[in-house]
């Protein structure tokens, strides 16, 4: 598993210079900055998926946060990194609304509550999830301040994005970031006590998925995308085949 996963990671960087020479690197875009213990604006108006205004410090209500950036309406991985998220929480003790807030955070201005009522739709288990939607300034000022970096990529009409998930502790401060779509439930459970106890560090493996380059109109990959799917695929069968060839040999 170590080797499919370094193999995938391997492929994305070679793959990097092909984007960067179509004049929009998504890799440089969609970033992450660590900023352990950064001030967040917990004030920032926002309104609700019932067009209510409210702010991140009203939901939290003294609790830790774990905020996960999203596009509402996303043709690519949102909604897996949502219920990503719903099956780590299934899978640990603390709950939403009892222990923590969940917020699903739009970064798209463009969309309004409508936007988050159809993506809460989307999540079985809705107990405790907030999904929030907001002005540009105002996600501005909550994505700087926690270097959530993404951009707007006008060749296919989609914003390049990454998958994490930014834990806050109750003082509105950044505990730190869990990565990936599914953050395993020890993982995550770990890093809200953490924010709860005022604590900032890493938790769990730092790799960065990028949320891009699906195409909505065709329901395909774009060609850049499909050749490292291709290629990882072929990195996963050359891994499996290594490990039998292994296991064979300690059989002989």
Request: some cysteine.
């Amino acid at each position: 598993m170590m080797m499919i996963r370094f193999l995938l990671i391997a492929l994305a960087l070679l793959c990097r210079p092909a984007f960067a020479q179509g004049g929009f690197d998504p890799f440089g875009e969609a970033r992450i900055d660590g900023r352990p213990g950064a001030r967040i604006p917990m004030d920032a108006p926002f309104l609700d998926a019932q067009d209510r205004p409210t702010s991140l410090r009203a939901l939290a209500a003294g609790k830790p946060v774990l905020l996960v950036p999203v596009l509402h309406h996303c043709p690519n991985i949102c909604g897996a990194t949502l219920a990503g998220v719903a099956q780590a929480i299934a899978g640990q003790r603390l709950r939403p609304g009892r222990d923590f807030t969940l917020v699903a955070f739009g970064i798209d201005p463009r969309e309004g509550p409508q936007a988050a009522r159809d993506d809460l739709a989307q999540i079985r288990d809705r107990t405790g999830v907030h999904a929030l939607t907001g002005q540009r300034e105002a996600v501005r000022r909550i994505t700087e301040a926690i270097g959530y970096h993404y951009a707007w990529d006008d060749r296919i009409g989609q914003y390049a994005h990454a998958a994490a998930s930014a834990v806050i502790s109750p003082d509105g401060r950044l505990s730190g970031w869990l990565y990936g779509l599914a953050p395993r439930p020890a993982e995550l459970e770990s890093a809200l006590r953490a924010a709860r106890s005022g604590t900032s560090g890493s938790f769990g493996e730092t790799i960065l998925l990028l949320c891009y380059h699906y195409d909505p109109a065709t329901g395909r990959y774009t060609p850049a995308i499909e050749k490292i799917l291709r290629l990882a695929g072929v990195a996963t069968v050359a891994a499996i085949a290594l490990l039998l060839f292994r296991l064979k040999g300690r059989t002989a």
